[in-house]
């Protein structure tokens, strides 16, 4: 299983940015596809998750109406919209695979993409 994430930047506050992670080597139907950020000092958080085959979202509060994560089951691809960017949502990104039921917790994720850093500011 391998997943690649692109999409990062440069962005000033308030701009927005799409992160892509294209996902090969797993059953997408039978996924949940996450997105983890980690800043610099800080534990790795899971800030949103798809369930493949129905596109149930779960969100952390810190991102919950400005992020949006979607699916294109045809192109084996996860996308995070990421709008009204702040300061604080600097940090690395990652995309993450597990097979099932969704969650944001690092330890339930088997399989991970390299990081992509978004960085916020003016």
């Known amino acids: 299983v391998q997943l690649q994430a692109s999409g990062g930047g440069v962005v000033q506050p308030g701009g927005s940015l799409r992160l892509s992670c294209a996902v090969s080597?797993?059953?997408?139907?039978?996924?949940?596809i996450a997105w983890f950020r980690q800043a610099p000092g800080k534990e790795r958080e899971g800030i949103a998750c798809?369930?493949?085959?129905?596109?149930?979202?779960v969100y952390s509060d810190s991102v919950k109406g400005r992020f949006t994560i979607a699916s294109d089951n045809a192109k084996n691809t996860v996308y995070l919209q990421m709008n009204s960017l702040k300061s604080e949502d600097t940090a690395v990104y990652y995309c993450?695979?597990?097979?099932?039921?969704?969650?944001?917790?690092?330890?339930?994720?088997?399989?991970w993409g390299q990081g992509t850093q978004v960085t916020v500011s003016s």
């Open positions: 080597g797993l059953t997408f139907g039978n996924s949940a």
């Open positions: 798809i369930v493949s085959d129905n596109d149930d979202t």
């Open positions: 993450a695979a597990k097979y099932y039921t969704p969650s944001t917790r690092a330890y339930d994720y088997d399989y």
